[in-house]
């Protein structure tokens, strides 16, 4: 297969995947998850009008002359009177409003002398209440499909007595990596050896972008390695493997995963790093081959796993978001593949941004990216670039 188009082989893989099935959680459970339908509300909030300050209810009409205070309206503990000509009720914010009244003046414009009080200022009538479902009446819709859930959204349900909730499931991921090389994080590194950096990087990205990581741990470069570590594959909705999936002589996974039903869509995208990516299906879970170099897996997720888990999950094909920075030095021209360059931006007082790429760009070393908090997009046979051209960026903070 030659070299697939980055947009060709991003539009394969988000034609192949689908919303995943819905779930009802707990409003506990809710923060960070997606409405798989329009939710509302339970009730009418304020479901009866309240003062909206500290002070008095009153009738408008009585404001001219000395009033008598007859009683007390506080949250959770309301006046069951009705107010009567020439009296006032002291009352707080958010108590129910008192029968009778139609206005609340504030404690600042009260004089008070025992029982009596003389109103030194009020603008109008109905001054300082909250209406009944000024906020919002039942049946309201609160939060429509397609919302990731966050604090404010959790707020506004539980002001609406919505206490379960219908949610798209989160994808589950499963992640093997693949060499004879790795070790897992705490052991003892023999001369010829290297830690497993990629599964606990990819345990973090899935997880903080809404998924469910499955650590298959590690396989060695042999075909019965691989094929012990498929069998443990139960339950998930993508398959990722990490290392193996280029030309050399151990780089086997693709022929074994094959053997057990692979089909491939594609092998080889126009990009650098993540050159080597494979996309496709494996016995009804979307499988990714990412290559072994961290910054190569880490582009490769973002361009491709993100967007998939994004519309899975009832997001849309959403990725991370971009945006334009002035360069702060000269870029040679663009080669044959569009390249993700590892880059630090900055703002200034007026959200101006401006980057540079002046950091080492090997594709298996993790302090760049670690360092970073942009990618910088070289499309494919880019002019040069001269300082304060500006440049795409997607941000990766």
């Known amino acids: 297969m030659g070299l697939l188009p980055v947009s060709d082989a991003l539009s394969t893989v988000l034609n192949a995947v689908t919303e995943l099935k819905t779930e009802i959680v707990t409003l506990g459970e809710a923060l960070g998850r997606v409405a798989s339908a329009d939710i509302t509300a339970r009730l009418t ?30 949250a959770g503990r309301s006046y069951d009177g009705i107010l009567r000509e020439g009296e006032a009720v002291r009352i707080f914010t958010g108590a129910p409003m008192v029968s009778g009244a139609d206005t609340v003046i504030i404690q600042e414009n009260v004089s008070r002398n025992g029982d009596l009080i003389v109103i030194s200022d009020c603008k109008e009538k109905g001054s300082n209440i909250r209406a009944a479902g000024g906020d919002f009446k039942f049946d309201d819709v609160l939060i429509q499909t397609g919302t990731k859930l966050d604090a404010r959204h959790i707020a506004l349900l539980a002001a609406g007595n919505v206490a379960d909730i219908s949610v798209y499931k989160k994808p589950r991921v499963a992640i093997l990596a693949t060499g004879d090389e790795l070790l897992e994080v705490g052991s003892k590194i023999g001369a010829d050896k290297i830690v497993n950096s990629n599964v606990p990087m990819f345990m973090a990205l899935i997880e903080e972008n809404g998924g469910i990581p499955v650590n298959l ?181």
């Open 217 to 397: 741990g590690i396989a060695r470069d042999t075909a019965q390695s691989i094929k012990d570590k498929i069998a443990m594959l139960k339950d998930v909705d993508i398959f990722v493997s990490i290392g193996g999936v280029s030309v050399g002589d151990y780089d086997i996974i693709q022929d074994i995963l094959k053997q057990a039903g692979l089909k491939v869509s594609f092998w080889k995208v126009a990009m650098q790093p993540g050159k080597p990516l494979v996309f496709g299906d494996f016995n009804g879970i979307h499988y990714f081959g990412m290559p072994g170099n961290p910054s190569s897996s880490y582009v490769c997720f973002i361009n491709f796993l993100l967007p998939a888990m994004s519309k899975m999950m009832g997001l849309g094909p959403c990725g991370l978001k971009e945006n334009l920075a002035k360069l702060e030095h000269e870029l040679k021209a663009g080669g044959s593949r569009v390249n993700y360059m590892r880059a630090s931006y900055s703002e200034n007082e007026k959200g101006e941004k401006s980057v540079t790429a002046r950091l080492p760009q090997s594709s298996a070393n993790l302090s760049p990216l670690a360092n970073s908090n942009c990618l910088l997009v070289r499309e494919i046979d880019a002019p040069p670039a001269k300082k304060g051209d500006f440049v795409k960026i997607i941000l990766i903070e």
């Open 45 to 74: 909030q304020p479901p009866f009008a309240a003062s909206a300050m500290d002070g008095y209810a009153v009738r408008f009409d009585d404001i001219a002359g000395p009033l008598r205070v007859v009683g007390e309206s506080q």
